[in-house]
Nanobody, 130 residues
Framework: QVQLVQSGGGLVQPGGSLTLSCTAS????????MGWLRQAPGKEREGIGC????????DYLDYIEGRFTISRDDARNTVYLQMESLIPEDTAVYYC???????????????????????WGQGTQVTVSS
């Protein structure tokens, strides 16, 4: 079955770290640019960043302020989101998504580009709380 399967997530204290994984099943991840997005309660889904096919480039939205890192291991068909210095405002459901479009779509309002993602992970809850 063609899908993206996410793992990781959970409860972490402020200032803590967490790494999310996103593994492709029944398709080859290296053909896609891979984005990470999140959706907080009552808010629209927003982009976090993206890594290009081949991993040559990454792009992050400014609010991330260097706290998150996206990487990929195409041999494992997996993309990662490493999060550090987590704050309560990072509490959200996190999604990975595969796209054949430019990584720039993660910067656009989600409602304008939701159709541009080919595959989605199931989402994983991250809660930052003491």
């Amino acid at each position: 079955q063609v899908q993206l399967v996410q793992s990781g997530g959970g409860l972490v204290q402020p200032g803590g770290s967490l790494t999310l994984s996103c593994t492709a099943s029944d398709f080859t991840l290296d053909e896609y640019n891979m984005g990470w997005l999140r959706q907080a309660p009552g808010k629209e889904r927003e982009g976090i960043g993206c890594i290009t096919s081949g991993g040559g480039n990454t792009d992050y939205l400014d609010y991330i302020e260097g706290r998150f890192t996206i990487s990929r291991d195409d041999a494992r068909n997996t993309v990662y989101l490493q999060m550090e210095s987590l704050i309560p405002e990072d509490t959200a459901v996190y999604y990975c998504a595969a796209t054949t479009r430019s990584c720039s779509i993660v910067r656009k309002p989600f409602g304008d580009v939701y159709y541009a993602y080919n595959y989605w992970g199931q989402g994983t809850q991250v809660t930052v709380s003491s």
